[in-house]
């Protein structure tokens, strides 16, 4: 994080007003080569396009992520680390989530085989 890129993270767009804005200074920083744009993902998610581009800062090697917000308050703009972590934490959740499941048929066989 320099002041070439970001230094701020945004978790999510609230509002078209703030993509917009933001659009607008990260396309001013990839003009002036303080950004390059290293990879671009498009995957088809439930029945929406997503878009992932990947940038580079030219300055401090940070490197970011950008959902673009297909509708109002979707789409976020994060540091790679960060949101790889939040998508790691999202796969422990259904781990868990699947563990909770186990130990509740568990229970109701054991409750059936000696109830
Ligand atoms: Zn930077």
């Known amino acids: 994080m320099c002041d070439n890129c970001f230094t701020t993270e945004i978790l999510k767009?609230?509002?078209?007003?703030?993509?917009?804005n933001f659009d607008l200074e990260l396309t001013q920083k990839l003009g002036q080569e303080k950004l390059k744009q290293i990879r671009f993902n498009g995957r088809?998610?439930?029945?929406?396009e997503?878009?992932?581009?990947?940038?580079k800062c030219?300055?401090?090697?940070?490197?970011?992520?950008?959902?673009?917000?297909?509708?109002h308050g979707d789409g976020y703009?994060?540091?790679l680390t960060t949101s790889r972590n939040l998508a790691t934490?999202?796969?422990n959740n259904r781990q868990l989530a699947l563990l909770v499941l186990i130990l509740v048929i568990v229970?109701?066989?054991?409750?059936?085989?000696?109830?």
């Open 44 to 48: 088809r998610v439930e029945g929406n």
């Open 13 to 20: 767009f609230e509002s078209q007003k703030q993509w917009t």
């Open 107 to 115: 229970f109701v066989i054991i409750r059936v085989m000696f109830g």
């Open 89 to 91: 934490r999202q796969l």
């Open 50 to 55: 997503q878009f992932q581009y990947i940038y």
């Open 58 to 71: 030219m300055t401090c090697g940070q490197e970011w992520e950008l959902k673009e917000p297909h509708d």
């Open 77 to 79: 703009f994060l540091k």
